[in-house]
């Protein structure tokens, strides 16, 4: 019967994501020292919840994806493998890493002309250097801030 291969399939996959579940909460906490607790603490999911995961209770995606903001992705992968997935670290964007290093050096320089001690006020910054120095660093803030980890 046709249908039955699905379903043996489909079980397969549930009985293979739930192996994957418990793999990855054992050793979260034995290689990376993340105890239920200190999951329930930076996903906000509740401790009982996520006891009853650790339990084999399936959970939602949304759960998932809270997860993976603590828990590394090759320990999520646990689970996902069985349906021929994988989760990946978001790569920054290369051009906002670029410009937040340009501007890091722009700052660099300008606190560097100011300090020099042939610079007008010599190695004291002066109040007609400050203001550029403030803007390279609000530049530089700026271009970080958009950068992702």
């Avoid at 020292?33 to 906000?44: E, M, N």
């Avoid at 320990?75 to 290369?94: Q, R």
């Avoid at 530049?139 to 970080?144: D, G, I, L, S, Y």
Wanted: glycine share 8%; with cysteine; hydrophobic share 45%.
């Amino acid at each position: 019967m046709p249908g039955s291969n699905i379903s043996s399939r489909t079980c397969e996959i549930a009985q293979a994501v739930e192996a994957g579940q418990l793999a990855m909460f054992r050793l979260a906490e034995r290689d990376h020292g993340l105890s239920l607790k200190i999951i329930q603490l930076d996903t906000g999911i509740p401790y009982g919840t996520l006891r009853s995961y650790v339990s084999g209770t399936a959970m939602p995606v949304s759960a998932l994806l809270k997860l993976a903001k603590v828990i590394p992705a090759h320990l999520i992968n646990l689970m996902l493998d069985p349906g021929g997935k994988a989760l990946t670290d978001a790569e920054p964007d290369e051009a906002d890493l670029d410009d937040a290093v340009i501007a890091g050096l722009e700052l660099a320089i300008k606190w560097a002309k100011a300090r020099h001690p042939r610079s007008s006020s010599g190695i004291a910054i002066d109040h007609t250097e400050r203001p550029d120095i403030e803007r390279a660093v609000a530049a530089a803030t700026a271009a970080v801030g958009r950068v992702q980890p």
